[in-house]
T-cell receptor, first 113, second 112 residues
């Protein structure tokens, strides 16, 4: 089955700790994205990558970092510099064309205690 | 990205049609109209998209006004599984911006 996997589904961390969220896709998509969603709100773009070894900041990149060493993988690190990290994090992928839909993973709910 | 306006919530009965409106009065000629929906505690899923002509697929229909300043997502027979937040998004294919800009969407409740 083709799709996007995110792990874990729920994650708890202590304040001040860095945490890395996993995102893997086997859809052969070039582009991958990370979004953040707060309760009752829409999604906001954190980072996106159009090709391997290249990525761009989205609207709310401060306190986050990413890497894109493989086409299939786009991990997101939430650093201690992120002031309010508790949120629902969604990874997506698509073909590079702007006409194409984005496919989303099931999300990771991060709670920082 | 051009802005869209949607009602905060709508209610429907099971097996009845649902018309979800979206206003986008500042739409540009290179903006495609995309619809996504998000079921509770899940990631969004693509529903449909169009430019000028009405579009149909297995999930829904998209009716686009002649002046393109508004559109309507039509679910022909709502089921309980259609209860979700529906997002209307404009996507400019004239540039190189790959992101989707999500607003708050419309929360659709389907009554049995």
């Amino acid at each position: 089955d083709g799709g996007i996997t995110q792990s874990p589904k729920y994650l708890f961390r202590k304040e001040g700790q860095n945490v890395t969220l996993s995102c893997e896709q086997n859809l052969n998509h070039d582009a991958m994205y990370w979004y953040r969603q707060d309760p009752g709100q829409g999604l906001r773009l954190i980072y996106y990558s159009q090709i391997v070894n290249d990525f761009q900041k989205g609207d709310i990149a401060e306190g986050y970092s990413v890497s894109r060493e493989k086409k299939e993988s786009f991990p997101l690190t939430v650093t201690s510099a992120q002031k309010n990290p508790t949120a629902f994090y969604l990874c997506a992928s698509s073909y590079r064309s702007l006409y194409n839909e984005q496919f989303f993973g099931p999300g990771t709910r991060l709670t920082v205690l | 990205d051009a802005k869209t306006t949607q009602p905060n919530s709508m209610e429907s009965n099971e097996e009845e049609p649902v018309h979800l409106p979206c206003n986008h009065s500042t739409i540009s000629g290179t903006d495609y109209i995309h619809w996504y929906r998000q079921l509770p505690s899940q990631g969004p899923e693509y529903v449909i998209h169009g430019l000028t002509s009405n579009v149909n697929n297995r999930m829904a229909s998209l009716a686009i006004a002649e002046d393109r300043k508004s559109s309507t997502l039509i679910l022909h027979r709502a089921t309980l599984r259609d209860a979700a937040v529906y997002y209307c998004i404009l996507r400019d294919v004239g540039g190189s911006n790959y992101k989707l800009t999500f607003g708050k969407g419309t929360l659709l409740t389907v009554n049995p």
